[in-house]
């Protein structure tokens, strides 16, 4: 009854699997599954800080990606169409809950408070690797605005016109929450260094190694 | 504190927020040369500057997370009903189907006369010339009924291990060839043994050592059949 | 005359320039990281027996003990997108435990390029538990309450540990050097040697591949050497004392030690190939063990 299983010691080319998922190939959905899913949840769990809303926009938006792709032609690398796609996905679910993106006030620098300094202690760097679990800690208690911009800017790679252009904000807009969510998670990342609390269960699905 | 050193201070302060004002432009690629001039004047400021390239730089490595398994199993289901899942039927079936012998109604008699045959023929006891996991699986059933497999290891035990070879056997197509190996040929070696006990035992069934290896090595099968399915989930 | 307009200009020349500077040096650094392999080295303080957890996936592994309350890590990651992620615990202070976990960051990244070779030197006292899944495993002078290490298809060794001792590997040969405290060695295929252990109670255990005890016995010491299909030979001194039960169903018995055997009524329990004696006063217990090997017990040159 299974369908035949795609060795994996053998790569398929991707173009094979999205040929044969365009038939309704049950193995090559599954295969595109396997390749993308990491990137898919991660995004999602980003962008929501929600393991159980990450769960279901990943399925989301591997249904939605798996429902059209017979309309994919190749234009873009399939990446691409894919992230678009999840972002997307994640976006309209904020959106509904009405959680207010960005701000869409006309950036005001002016009044803009000064950046925290130590000033009388020792020089105190941000160790030198930050410890990437608590940054994605760090990240999950972002204000959802601010996350977005510096998930979508900092983690996925996007530019600040692509930003501003699915966000529906100004460049400018994208760029100052961008700032200022590098400057929350600096605050964030120098209390805990200071002050550290013990270590959150991380209940994401991630499987920690013993 | 001279008027002087207020001067100074207040030059000072000033340029750090002029720093802060042009930071954000400066970590956008904006030429903000003055930003690492005053970095390297102002310890204060290169902290900051320092802090916030070491988040950025980090946030291009944040580690990826794996989906809970239900995710896949969901949208297969969701899939399957809206009918997008095509099931690919075996080469081997579609060379079958197209046999003209079958496209007429055989009788259903001779289809089940045939049928009871063919169970008859499988479960008919095992000579001992016989080779394979599956044959050694019912070969440990006789043993079980035998009374003579060792105390530990019951049919129960045998079925689980089976079951973990079908789900090893499922799974290691998606595993690194090296570590398939290395687990392919454990299990080969562990296979060979208890093919070698189950033979023995059947000609001397009270020889207590033996069967002290047969339960030995299932119960090593049984560990690293374990120890490659938790490798394969990671 | 101070002109803050000829400053400014000046200052942005050299503002431009030392920014082309920076950006020359920044190219060839980018390139060389995607590249070519990453590296991390941390030291963090601990107490003076913390409990170290390693999980590894590729690579090799070397633990030393050292005299310093420290844990000092050195990894070389062949990849910039495999990361060694250090957890000490408490967060501050002497750290009672660190977990180290190696991370593969992105999943196109297979094979080879998942290896993270490390270096751990690690206080004398300090226990471990070490899992490098396709990778060598080297562990030297220790003293702390346990060591496991486990190992996949690659070679693990370990010299004057003195803790509860345990490895286990499914293909990797195992040698342990020295053992002192409880020692246990389980390997699929791979061969074991023993060598001079200090041991009072051993256990080893190889289904086809073959163990090699070279060393004396301690008295009152119990080991239990067994194979399915693989040889076991013990080398042990003309002065050893022990007691000999060695068994074998289908493979063969040498013995070159005049040993006292015993009056054991044969039972229908017994395999066919079987050797029950003492030599000189049999301080020592030796059960050996093979369903098809050799078993040899001989004198060490």
Known sequence: MSADKIPAGKAVPETQLIARAQQGDEAAFEALFNTHKRRVYSLCLRMTGDTAEAEDLAQEAFLQLFRKISTFRGESAFTTWLHRLVVNVVLMHLRKKGLQQVSLDDVDTSQEEPVKRDYGEDDQRLLGSIDRIRLAHAIEALPHGYRTVFVLHDVEGYEHNEIAQIMNCSIGNSKSQLHKARLKLREHLRRDQKSPQPEAQHSSGSKDER | MTEHDDKLRETGRAQ???????????????EKAGVLTHARECPFCAVVLADLEQIRFSSHHLPLVDPPARVWANVRATLAEEGILHEQVPAWQRWYHRLPLFAESVPVGALAALAVLAIALLTSPISPDNQGTAASVSADQQIVTAGIWPAGIDSGMTRTVEEMQE???????????????????????????????????????????????????????????????????? | MYNPRMSFKTGQAAGRFLLGVALMLLVPCSLLMAASPTRLEKSLETTAEPQIHFSNLRGVVIIRGWVKNQVHVICVMASPRVEVAVDPM????????????????????TGADEAADCTLDVPLGASLEIRNRQGSVQVEKLQGQHAWIESGDARISA?????????????????????????????????????????????????????????????????????????????????????????????????TFSLKRRRHAPSPLDSANSLFGTYNTGDATVELTSFSGKIRVRPQP
Not at chain 2, 23 to 29: K, P, Q
Not at chain 2, 199 to 219: S, V
Not at chain 3, 90 to 109: F, K, M, N, S, Y
């Open chain 2, 167 to 234: 789900a090893f056997r499922g799974r290691q197509s998606s595993m690194e060839p090296s570590l398939r190996e290395t687990y392919r040929k454990s299990l080969a070696s562990l296979d060979a043994s208890i093919e070698d006990c189950i033979k023995h035992c059947r000609r001397e069934p009270c020889d207590a050592l033996a069967r002290q290896y047969l339960a030995r090595a299932y119960q090593s099968k049984a560990d690293v059949l374990a120890s490659a399915l938790d490798s394969s989930d990671h």
């Open chain 3, 90 to 109: 408490p967060r501050t202070g002497q750290a009672e435990r660190i977990h180290l976990v190696t991370h593969v960051l992105d999943p196109l990244v």
């Open chain 2, 16 to 30: 750090c927020r002029q720093f802060d004002r042009d930071l954000s432009a400066y970590l956008e690629g904006e």
């Open chain 3, 159 to 255: 010299t004057d540990v003195t803790g509860h001792l345990t490895a286990r590997s499914l293909g990797g040969d195992i040698e342990l050097t020295r053992p002192t405290g409880r020692t246990e060695a389980f390997t699929i295929t791979g061969n074991i040697r023993l060598l001079e252990p200090g041991s009072k109670n051993l256990r080893a255990n190889s289904n086809s591949g073959k163990i090699t005890f070279q060393g004396d016995f301690i008295p009152a010491g119990e080991y239990v050497l067994s194979t399915y299909s693989g040889d076991i030979e013990v080398l042990c001194p003309p002065s050893a004392s022990f007691e000999l039960n060695a068994k074998t169903v289908k493979g063969t018995l040498e013995n």
